[in-house]
């Protein structure tokens, strides 16, 4: 597998770029943030994203999406990462699509995979239930009655789950925490019955929500997949979603890592250059190395979604803690270098930072990767 991008998706980064650098600076993650926005992204920049195809890259054709493969929307989700950019690209395009892709009866793809191509739905992963990640330790139940299922539980940490039109939540319809058979999958509505949402404002102004599900009643026809065995999906869902926060990990740590090295070749100490200084040299330069190393685990992971699917439990764990461990070294060493001001609310680099480790947590920290990774080794 060559770990290059061909034209078409150097074409496709160059537009994201270009159209990010417009229209989603990181000055405007401010502007949402200072105003406490109610909504955390702006819908004419998201309807902008859907009508440039971003939301439907990944989505079969007959779906109305583009069936222009993970690679690109990777190289999507790597921009939006060197611009911070407040969007439901995430939750709904990249989450939400590939759990009602690979997991979603005919009837719900024909219906929802359209409108969230379009733009015009946006969805949230109601999955962890402590402050760790642990997507088999599921307490909240869904008991049938008739026809129907009632739900009943609290998640936490639900990205864009203030927001999002429907709900994808993880459920325990049998056994016992934290067994992996039993779970099954629902199509919530928001502003349904029993549901309060309680958004949390994170330390990066990530979007996400505290939601608790008070005797909630779905019809059957809200399972996605099939009931007791979502975990068959539930998986493959995870880990598409932590290659693509891997790929806006990378576009954080590449935008943090340039402006660091800027700033060295600008900032004087002592009448020199402190680029000049053979410490700080070398610690760029292990920055660097690390970047290269990560680019390639990343290229090969955002291939294996499309091209070799078998692989990707070991690749995306692997991918996932390459990444954290990256954006932590590249973060601290870009506020160390800065000084001072690094710390401050004035420079955008510690904006960079506190991504960085909110991202860190989602969806497995690095610990959580290291072990889940010696696991499917054999280990």
Request: net charge negative.
């Amino acid at each position: 597998m060559a770990l290059v991008l061909n034209e078409e998706q150097q074409l496709l980064q160059g537009t994201a770029r270009e159209f990010l650098g417009a229209n989603a600076p990181v000055a405007a993650l401010r502007e949402l943030r200072d105003s406490r926005d109610p909504l955390g992204y702006a819908p004419t920049l998201w309807q902008q994203m859907a009508e440039l195809g971003w939301a439907s890259i990944i989505l079969p054709e007959q779906y109305g999406g583009l069936d222009f493969g993970f690679l690109g929307l990777g190289v999507v989700l790597e921009e939006t990462g060197r611009t911070l950019s407040a969007s439901p690209l995430f939750a709904s395009a990249v989450v939400g699509a590939s759990a009602l892709l690979l997991g979603g009866s005919e009837e719900q793809k024909e219906t929802l995979l359209p409108a969230i191509a379009a733009g015009e739905l946006t969805t949230a992963l109601a999955l962890e239930e402590t402050h760790h990640h642990r997507p088999t330790q599921i307490a909240t139940r869904a008991e049938r009655d008739g026809d129907e299922f009632i739900i009943t539980g609290r998640k936490t940490f639900v990205l864009d789950g203030h927001s999002a039109d429907k709900l994808i939540v993880v459920t325990r319809s049998s056994g016992e925490p934290p067994a992996s058979s039993g779970l099954t999958l629902f199509l919530v509505d928001r502003d349904a019955p029993g549901v309060t949402v309680e958004r949390t404002i994170m330390a990066d102004s990530r979007n996400a929500a505290n939601i608790n599900f008070d005797q909630v009643r779905v019809a059957a026809s809200a399972v996605i997949g099939t009931l007791d065995e979502a975990w068959s999906v539930l998986e493959p869902v995870l880990d598409r979603g932590r290659v693509a926060i891997a790929a806006e990990m990378m576009g954080l740590a590449l935008e943090a890592f340039e402006r660091t090295v800027a700033y060295l070749k600008q900032r004087e100490q002592f009448g020199v250059l402190i680029g000049s200084f053979q410490a700080l040299q070398h610690r760029a330069a292990q920055m660097q190395a690390e970047l290269e190393l990560c680019r390639s685990v990343l290229l090969q992971t955002l291939s294996a979604v499309d091209d070799t699917p078998e692989q990707l439990p070991m690749l995306a764990s692997l991918a996932k803690a390459k990444l954290n461990e990256l954006a932590k070294l590249v973060t601290n060493e870009a506020v160390q270098m800065h000084g001072g001001i690094g710390v401050t609310d004035e420079l955008d680099i510690g904006l960079f930072l506190k991504r960085a480790r909110v991202a860190i947590q989602v969806f497995g920290d690095t610990g959580f990767h290291k072990d889940r990774y010696a696991t499917l080794c054999g280990y």
